[in-house]
């Protein structure tokens, strides 16, 4: 086997001279050196010292995935911007990665630091250094650069561009134009806007990694520094709060030789005086946490400033409308500031949320003393305030709250939280209003809070408008029914009935009804209740809004199926379920199928009971609902029914684990009924093994077999066995060989929750190991 010219590495095809392009294309700059040697022509610029790459002074944590990602965009992009906010690690990557690729390019790896210089000719000076090129005088810059660098493969590395962009634009350019073995890696807060430029953002670590460097910062400081188990939690809020920016992070670590981990958590409110380094060595804008940020400030403009400083009051992050409503501007104007903000890192894009940006806490923290000095705070949050107002209004028009608006609400729910909160020392009526949008935003993502408190608060509004009133008193009706507060629900919700002629709102006063009729109706007043229902419908009937009387109509079913109303029950379904096809999403058409399994049950018919149940689960395959547990339980009363007492029992316990309320007292006392007939049927002992099955099943597993599909009996928990059943779940799968993340994510639980039940397990079964523990489930998995 030959050996390439170039390099020395083996060729694997004879008679080919080199092992790659590179290796052919340098040769080629070689010869060409030789021949312009031998013919007498030299280089006139004499060659200086070259200046080494830096020496870390403490070892690089995290940031593999990003080191590696970045190394291939150099194989085929000449110019890579490391991108991203004040304390981000930019710097420290860069120099990592110039340490590391050092070997690739056979003319080295050149860094310069352009954070101390503050004149734009001062750049091409400094890079001239940096390459060992030495200036001549009455020849350009770029010209000598261009003759020291033209034949050289060299990575030149710039770091801290922001606040040089044009100048170091200009140069790289011309540079990159004039020598093809260049390949430039900027280091910056604000993009350079360059032809060609590949733009890598560079943000908050994981978590995991914020804490590892966390504990090794602080273990150079306090040599005896551990994390105990009580610590880690600790340890994540400081970096979470910190926003796992490496800068605060590292300044954060080294207070542990001072402080007790919970005051360095109550020091985060006043972070900038309490985040700031002793070490002189450094420059001003890395020495601590007000200064990193504040060199990002002082680069934007003025119109920038001010949208800046406005941004902050919105913790929930922001689109371009509420951005240009807070900023007090037109969204034609505020698109190209929100446009510089982001490309100079002091609002960032949500990954998630394609189009909304947010402040790091740290930024917002900055933004918000601002915002202060400059007397904007109430103005700017009574803007807030009113596009709230705006955005809330159309809920006290519509009969349905749940769509578009309650979910554009619901994403500013932070916002709305803080535009509350501006609002409650006051007597501005529309607090009614926006506290009342914020409860039916909580509620339904199931989270009571102190939603009572502040409804009773905003209650006492004086003089304040019969519709937000009436919205309001409907809110703590519902709230009131959720917290089993009967008599509270009925008192509120026939105050707000009371409101309607005042208000004169159709749809308000439809509301307020079915507020009244679902407060009698968990008050077991089902008669009442229906009376309220058909009330109810009659004045939605009048709206011209097909899917709210179909809601009406399944409600009214609901409550004739609690009185014993058979027959009507299955008048208003009948009426409903064409509106349903035609008009409503896989959830609501879940609950009208729940609401027929549930009549085709009290009517003996077992066989399309289950059949309408199934249907409701199939439909919320591709999602979760409140439905999902009273589907899987109406499909066990069917099974219980038929007398498959195994998959009945199985599917109970299946619904325990996946219901996150308490349900509808009705239903629960008519599933507990079928539940308790079965159980007198087997031994106890049989009848608990088989719903803890069911609760230990992993979710997709156990809905499959609701739907259908077969029990896998080699994961039926063993009778005998002294464990929960969660922890069961636990157990079996350690036989399947799974991880702890794995095992997390099939029974939908935390990687710490999983290592607190094997820890119970091996406590309880006198175990040592994990190994010892799937043994012990293989052997005990009882097949029933």
């Known amino acids: 086997m030959t050996a390439c010219e170039s390099c020395g590495e083996p060729v694997a095809n004879a008679g080919t001279r080199y092992c790659s392009n590179a290796c052919r294309q340098r040769?080629?700059?070689?010869?060409?050196?030789?021949?312009?040697?031998?013919?007498?022509?030299?280089?006139?610029?004499?060659?200086?010292?070259?200046?080494?790459?830096?020496?870390?002074?403490?070892?690089?944590?995290?940031?593999?995935?990003?080191?590696?990602?970045?190394?291939?965009?150099?194989?085929?992009?000449?110019?890579?911007?490391l991108l991203g906010p004040a304390g981000a690690g930019k710097s420290r990557l860069a120099a990592e990665l110039a340490g590391r690729v050092r070997r690739r390019f056979a003319g080295g790896v050149r860094l310069v630091d352009l954070g101390e210089l503050n004149q734009p000719d001062l750049v091409g000076q400094a890079i001239v250094a940096a390459t060992g090129a030495g200036e001549q005088p009455g020849t350009p810059l770029l010209d000598t650069l261009t003759a020291q660098l033209r034949d050289k493969e060299l990575l030149l590395v710039l770091d801290n561009c922001e606040h040089l962009v044009e100048p170091c634009g200009q140069l790289?350019?011309?540079?990159?134009?004039?020598?093809?073995?260049l390949r430039v890696l900027t280091t910056s807060r604000e993009i350079l806007h360059l032809p060609g430029e590949m733009i890598f953002p560079i943000g908050e670590l994981p978590v995991a990694d914020a804490t590892r460097l966390f504990v090794e910062r602080a273990r150079a400081v306090a040599p005896g520094f551990a994390v105990t188990e009580a610590d880690d939690d600790e340890v994540?809020?400081?970096?979470?709060?910190?926003?796992?920016?490496?800068?605060?992070?590292?300044?954060?670590?080294?207070?542990?030789?001072?402080?007790?981990?919970?005051?360095?958590?109550?020091?985060?409110?006043?972070?900038?005086?309490?985040?700031?380094?002793?070490?002189?060595?450094?420059?001003?804008?890395?020495?601590?946490?007000?200064?990193?940020?504040?060199?990002?400030?002082?680069?934007?403009?003025?119109?920038e400033q001010a949208?800046?400083?406005?941004?902050?009051?919105?913790?929930?992050?922001?689109?371009?409308?509420?951005?240009?409503?807070?900023?007090?501007?037109?969204?034609?104007?505020?698109?190209?500031?929100?446009?510089?903000?982001?490309?100079?890192?002091?609002?960032?894009?949500?990954?998630?949320?394609?189009?909304?940006?947010?402040?790091?806490?740290?930024?917002?923290?900055?933004a918000r003393g601002k915002l202060d000095e400059a007397g904007e705070r109430a103005e700017t949050t009574e803007r807030l305030v009113g596009w709230l107002a705006n955005l809330a209004a159309p809920l006290l028009t519509t009969f349905a709250t749940s769509g578009v608006v309650l979910d554009r609400l619901t994403a500013e729910l932070p916002n709305l939280l803080a535009g509350v909160d501006f609002l409650r020392e006051g007597t501005d009526e529309r607090q009614l209003l926006l506290v009342s949008a914020l409860v039916r935003c909580r509620q339904r993502l199931g989270i009571a809070g102190d939603s009572r408190a502040r409804l009773a608060d905003t209650l006492w509004t004086p003089d304040s408008s019969?519709?937000?009133?009436?919205?309001?008193?409907?809110?703590?009706?519902?709230?009131?029914?959720?917290?089993?507060?009967?008599?509270?629900?009925?008192?509120?919700?026939?105050?707000?009935?009371?409101?309607?002629?005042?208000?004169?709102?159709?749809?308000?006063?439809?509301?307020?009804?079915?507020?009244?009729?679902?407060?009698?109706?968990?008050?077991?007043?089902?008669?009442?209740?229906?009376?309220?229902?058909?009330?109810?419908?009659?004045?939605?009937?009048?709206?011209?809004?097909?899917?709210?009387?179909?809601?009406?109509?399944?409600?009214?079913?609901?409550?004739?199926?609690?009185d014993n109303n058979l027959e009507g029950a299955q008048g208003s379904l009948a009426e409903a379920s064409p509106i349903y096809q035609r008009h409503a999403e896989p959830a609501r058409r879940a609950a009208l199928l729940h609401t027929s399994g549930v009549l085709a049950l009290l009517r003996d018919d077992s066989a399309a009971a289950a059949g309408h149940f199934t249907s409701a689960l199939r439909l919320l395959e591709q999602g979760s609902s409140v439905i999902r547990p009273y589907a899987v339980e109406g499909l066990a009363v069917s099974a219980l029914r038929g007398g498959d007492l195994d998959r009945g029992l199985r599917l109970v316990g299946l619904a325990e684990a996946i219901r996150t309320g308490g349900g509808d007292p009705w239903w629960r006392d008519f599933v507990a009924r079928a539940v308790a007939g079965a159980v007198d049927k087997l031994p106890n002992r049989r009848a608990t093994a088989l719903r803890t099955q069911g609760k230990a099943a992993p979710?997709?597993?156990?809905?499959?077999?609701?739907?259908?599909?077969?029990?896998?009996?080699?994961?039926?928990?063993?009778?005998?066995?002294?464990?929960?059943?969660?922890?069961?779940?636990?157990?079996?799968?350690?036989?399947?060989?799974?991880?702890?993340?794995?095992?997390?994510?099939?029974?939908?639980?935390?990687?710490?929750?999983?290592?607190?039940?094997?820890?119970?397990?091996?406590?309880?079964?006198?175990?040592?190991?994990?190994?010892?523990?799937?043994?012990?489930a293989a052997k005990h998995v009882v097949t029933r």
């Open 27 to 81: 040769a080629y700059r070689r010869r060409n050196r030789s021949v312009a040697a031998e013919s007498g022509v030299v280089e006139t610029v004499p060659m200086q010292p070259v200046p080494e790459l830096p020496h870390p002074l403490d070892c690089f944590v995290g940031r593999e995935d990003e080191l590696g990602a970045v190394t291939r965009l150099l194989r085929h992009g000449r110019l890579i911007t």
């Open 172 to 181: 790289v350019v011309a540079l990159l134009r004039r020598c093809g073995g």
């Open 236 to 303: 994540e809020l400081i970096c979470a709060r910190l926003d796992c920016m490496p800068l605060a992070v590292e300044l954060a670590a080294r207070l542990v030789r001072l402080l007790p981990l919970s005051d360095i958590i109550a020091g985060l409110d006043d972070r900038f005086a309490m985040l700031s380094s002793t070490t002189k060595v450094i420059d001003a804008r890395h020495r601590d946490l007000l200064g990193a940020i504040e060199w990002s400030y002082e680069l934007l403009e003025p119109a």
């Open 307 to 366: 949208l800046f400083r406005r941004l902050s009051v919105l913790p929930g992050g922001f689109g371009i409308d509420l951005a240009a409503a807070v900023g007090g501007a037109q969204t034609a104007s505020t698109v190209p500031l929100m446009s510089t903000l982001e490309s100079k890192s002091v609002i960032a894009p949500i990954a998630e949320r394609h189009g909304r940006f947010r402040q790091l806490e740290s930024i917002q923290y900055y």
């Open 466 to 562: 019969p519709a937000y009133r009436a919205f309001a008193l409907e809110q703590a009706s519902w709230l009131a029914a959720w917290h089993h507060d009967n008599q509270a629900a009925l008192n509120f919700a026939q105050q707000a009935v009371t409101l309607g002629p005042r208000h004169g709102g159709t749809a308000l006063l439809g509301r307020a009804l079915q507020a009244l009729a679902f407060a009698r109706q968990v008050s077991g007043d089902y008669h009442a209740a229906q009376q309220s229902f058909t009330d109810c419908l009659r004045h939605v009937r009048a709206l011209d809004e097909p899917m709210s009387v179909a809601l009406c109509l399944n409600n009214l079913a609901w409550a004739q199926i609690l």
């Open 699 to 776: 979710v997709e597993e156990g809905l499959r077999y609701a739907m259908g599909g077969e029990w896998h009996t080699g994961r039926d928990a063993c009778v005998d066995a002294p464990l929960t059943g969660r922890q069961l779940g636990v157990a079996t799968l350690l036989v399947d060989g799974l991880t702890n993340r794995q095992i997390a994510g099939r029974l939908r639980i935390s990687e710490r929750t999983v290592e607190t039940h094997l820890d119970q397990i091996r406590t309880k079964l006198d175990l040592q190991s994990r190994a010892q523990v799937a043994v012990w």
